[in-house]
């Protein structure tokens, strides 16, 4: 006999017989399975100072612009190395950035600055408030969290983001009476706050006086970590203290994670270190990724089309996403003075600009998620194969491309609560099978790809059985 076992959505919050993965590591889930995770690929030399927030932009000449914010400074990517924009700064908090026509704007609890897309300089942007969150909603650019009022949200003149007096011309202050701290912001035809114990949604009102009008989405639920708020078209993800949610078009408030990685990320990651979460999207892949920095650190990973998850554990310093950076052919030859010698072809992605770009820090390094291919892990929940009876195994055929690298271990029981018995196929055939030998009413699946191995898809695999006693 034989049956076809795809491999379900990761569920790790559901008991091992509820039909959903326990464990999908180092992968991302796809229509009909998964793919692999690639390992870190660094792009150029380290970074000044420990990361604390990056970005891209594009500017009206079509140049792209890859940005890092640290504990000193600001710094740009070019020529397989690291600038200096801004130095002799000292930043505890992370750097957030928004694009304001041929400007890049980037708070960080300090100072905030502006980069001149166009001359590719920076300054200080006078008068702004020391704000840790930013937005553009509208034609105007929208600060929140300054260090001296963690409940004002700040606006700009009208298409002016220069122009903060809101005494003598048209910018605004709005003070957040209830729901807390300021955690968040999001942008734009409309606006949304997060703050700790509600969420405000910022309504353009036509009128130059009173150019917002506030109006509160929920007060049952905040944001409970500043790092986690991430923005893609008009959703804006974010964890709360119920867990992952996102808020869609600024009214709709959908729990993500409950029943499903909820209680896994609280076991992992306690409220002390909810301030070491960086998030980003790879619009690409259709994914948020929360990244929990750390030695390893864990990344939590969310298929907003497929509205479903997988996770990974990887030394990581922190994501965001952006373009790639434009490099031209001198560029690439300061970086590799033998171009001859390159093993990456100049058509390779990383030296085009302009392309949506997931990217993380290592070791004070930016890359991508480009190398070889992560190790994979794969835990079924229990089946009972023929249902009342016990079933003999003999063989398992996985659903993969992969060739090798392949281990396969089955975990049989006559009840769900006996202790494991954990048997191990043999070795992939020529024909595609694993052998094994094995019998028991339940069966768990445990299937693992070793690192560095060759593979595009895992979609489950086929178990070759026969039918045994009633015990």
Sequence with gaps: MKSSLPFPAYAPDQTDNSGFLQQAQGVIRTATGYRPIKDFLEIGTALGGEFKGGASFVADDGTSYLLAGTVDGLERY?????????????????WRFASFGNFAIGVNGSTPKVVDLNAGTASTLTDAPDGKCIAIVGDYVVIGQDSSDLLGIYTSGFNDHTEWDAVSADATIQPMLTGGEVMGLAGGEYGVILQRRRLVRMNLTGDGDAPFAYDEITTNVGCASKGSVEQYGRSVFFLSDAGFMALEDGQALRPIGNEKIDRLFQELVPAEDYERIFAAVDPKAKIIT?????????????????GEWSYDKIDIDGVFSGFTSSDTLEDVSTANPDIDAMTISLDDPRFRGGSPQLYAVQDSKAGVLGGDNRKAIFEMPFVE?????????????????????LTLTVDVRERLGDAADVNAAGALRASGVMPIRASGRYMKLTQEIAASSVW????????????????
Excluded at 78 to 94: C, P
Excluded at 290 to 306: C, D, E, K, M, R
Excluded at 456 to 471: F, H, I, K, P
């Design 78 to 94: 070019a020529s397989g190395g690291w600038t200096d924009l801004v130095t002799g700064m000292t930043i505890t908090d992370q």
């Design 290 to 306: 929360w990244a929990v920095t750390g030695s390893p650190g864990h990344l939590f990973i969310y298929n907003f089309s497929l």
């Design 385 to 405: 194969p023929v249902k009342g009876r016990r079933a003999r195994y003999q063989a398992i055929r996985p659903i993969t491309d992969c060739t090798s690298g």
């Design 456 to 471: 595009t898809y895992a979609d489950g695999v086929e178990l070759e059985y026969g039918r045994g006693g009633e015990r």
